[in-house]
Structure formats: C-alpha cells, structure tokens
C-alpha cells in the first residue's frame, strides 16, 4: 500500500472563531487559508504524488487545488473523507458546547459518544478506513497519495492503523494546513510524521528535483 499524505484544510472563519462547521456548505478558506494551502502546494510541489483525493467539503477542495495543480493533476473527490457528522451541533460554537454533559463524553469517553442526530466516532472511524484502503489498494508500495480532509478524521485514521484505542484519539493534534504522513502495509502501518507545517524534508522527491 502507498504512502497516505494525510492533510488537514487550511483555516476558515469556523475553525478562526472556534465553531463546529460539521456539513455546513460555503465554508470557504479565509486569507490565512489560502496561505496554507498555497505553502502546502509549493512544499508539495516536488513530492512525486501520484493521485490526490478530497473530502467534497470547499474548504477541503479549496486546499486541495492548489497542491493539485503544482503537479498538474485533478482533485478526485471522495465522500468516505467527509468531515464527521455532528448533528445538531453544526455551527456551534466550541465555548457553548463545552457546557454540556456530553461534551465530556465526546472529549475523554469518545467511544461512548455520539453527537445529537449525528455519528458515533466508531461510524466515521470505520467510513474514514473503507475509504483510504479502498484508495490504496489501486496503488503500488512506492506510489504517495495525498488525501485532503478534516482534522477529527485523520486522528481517528491514525489511531485505527497504529493501533490507538479510540478513547485515546482525542490526545493526537491535527492543526489546520497540516500534513501526517502514515505508511500503511499488510505487515502493519508505520506513522512517519504527524501534524507537520511546511517546509518537510522527509518526503520522496522526484527525479527531476534531485538532480
């Protein structure tokens, strides 16, 4: 299986005012995302990445474009990458939602969690996984696949393939505009970098970058 560039979306104005975007349509990034996206694109740009998959979220597909066209390839969208469906607590606002009792479910109990008219953690662990071995297995050992989502997501991805207990995924950081780098294979999978910023000096370059 190929190496998974797990990248988080750049900032927008729900993540700048700490407020649970969920679903919501026309969340696009701010200023500061655009930076990111475009700081991700040009560290990116000699990485030999083979296909790059996006949560159909804008401000996932906007942070995707660019590191897209860096390589002249076309975003493939994928609804198995969809940020986690929080339910009535859409749009809120973290400060409102650290008020109530579920909140402490979600944060130190997240396998007993599920939000109101929403997903359980188990639900988006398992839809997040079908989906990234469904793309790996159309691709070779040596092959890097970039895959743009939400931060949630690729924590709970994480502690799926190294072996985290669920109740634990909430102790991983995924900042927004950040990479992890997880190399996953029949033997087992191998976390090579988590919650990095540009500039990475840990990735493949391509041939024409080395010489």
Same mark, same amino acid.
């Given at each position: 299986?190929?190496?998974?560039?797990?990248?988080?979306?750049? !900032?927008?104005? *729900?993540?700048?005012?700490?407020?649970?975007?969920?679903?919501?349509?026309?969340?696009?990034?701010?200023?500061?995302?655009?930076?990111?996206?475009?700081?991700?694109?040009?560290?990116?740009?000699?990485?030999?990445?083979?296909?790059?998959?996006? &949560?159909?979220?804008?401000?996932?597909?906007?942070?995707?474009?660019?590191?897209?066209?860096?390589?002249?390839?076309?975003?493939?969208?994928?609804?198995?990458?969809? !940020?986690?469906?929080?339910?009535?607590?859409?749009?809120?606002?973290?400060?409102?939602?650290?008020?109530?009792?579920?909140?402490?479910?979600?944060?130190?109990? @997240?396998?007993?969690?599920?939000? @109101?008219?929403? !997903?359980? *953690?188990? !639900?988006?662990?398992?839809?997040?996984?079908?989906?990234?071995?469904?793309?790996?297995?159309?691709?070779?050992?040596?092959?890097?696949?970039?895959?743009?989502?939400?931060?949630?997501?690729?924590?709970?991805?994480?502690?799926?393939?190294?072996?985290?207990?669920?109740?634990? *995924?909430?102790?991983?950081?995924?900042?927004?505009?950040?990479?992890?780098?997880?190399?996953?294979?029949?033997?087992?999978?191998?976390?090579?970098?988590?919650?990095?910023?540009? @500039?990475?000096? *840990?990735?493949?370059? &391509?041939?024409?970058?080395?010489?």
């Amino acid at each position: 299986m190929p190496l998974l560039l797990l990248i988080r979306h750049g !900032e927008n104005d *729900f993540t700048k005012k700490h407020k649970l975007a969920g679903y919501t349509p026309e969340v696009h990034l701010n200023k500061r995302g655009q930076t990111q996206a475009q700081a991700l694109a040009d560290a990116l740009k000699d990485v030999p990445i083979k296909a790059i998959y996006s &949560s159909p979220l804008e401000r996932a597909m906007e942070t995707a474009t660019p590191i897209a066209a860096a390589r002249k390839l076309e975003v493939q969208m994928e609804a198995g990458l969809l !940020e986690t469906n929080v339910g009535k607590w859409q749009g809120r606002s973290l400060a409102s939602l650290r008020l109530q009792k579920h909140w402490k479910v979600v944060q130190s109990a @997240p396998s007993r969690a599920q939000f @109101p008219e929403g !997903e359980t *953690f188990y !639900e988006c662990q398992a839809r997040i996984v079908t989906a990234l071995d469904s793309i790996s297995k159309k691709y070779k050992p040596q092959d890097v696949i970039a895959c743009v989502f939400h931060a949630d997501p690729i924590k709970l991805t994480v502690a799926h393939y190294i072996g985290l207990p669920l109740d634990h *995924f909430q102790r991983l950081s995924c900042d927004t505009g950040s990479l992890t780098a997880l190399y996953v294979s029949e033997a087992g999978a191998n976390l090579v970098k988590l919650n990095q910023r540009p @500039p990475f000096d *840990f990735l493949p370059q &391509s041939a024409k970058a080395k010489k």
